[in-house]
Nanobody
Framework: QVQLVESGGGLVQPGGSLTLSCAAS?????????MDWYRQAPGKQRELVAS???????NYADSVKGRFTISRDNAKNTVYLQMSSLKPEDTAVYYC?????WGQGTQVTVSS
């Protein structure tokens, strides 16, 4: 069984920055597959924010391009999401995913 544990969420003012972390652990599964960050705002569907392959290739939602950076440390089985120039519309619960497993989510609130 694989476990994904997110951390780093919190309250930040518009224009601020946060870095989320997702640590993967477990056995019997490829811990080096593509890892994703999703988010879900109240009343909205969960959406893909960013993805990173084992080799480091990345993809981003248009809404976060230029502001968010996804990275991973394969030795630590950890993926990161660096978020800058945060906007109120970035407020959501952020989840990491290593198919088919999901983390429990971490709340990010952007508000003055």
């Amino acid at each position: 069984q694989v476990q994904l544990v997110e951390s780093g969420g919190g309250l930040v003012q518009p224009g601020g920055s946060l870095t989320l972390s997702c640590a993967a652990s477990g056995v019997g599964f490829n811990l080096y597959g593509t890892m994703d960050w999703y988010r879900q705002a109240p009343g909205k569907q969960r959406e893909l924010v960013a993805s990173i392959t084992r080799g480091g290739s990345t993809n981003y939602a248009d809404s976060v391009k230029g502001r968010f950076t996804i990275s991973r440390d394969n030795a630590k089985n950890t993926v990161y999401l660096q978020m800058s120039s945060l906007k109120p519309e970035d407020t959501a619960v952020y989840y990491c995913k290593l198919t088919p497993y999901w983390g429990q989510g971490t709340q990010v609130t952007v508000s003055s």
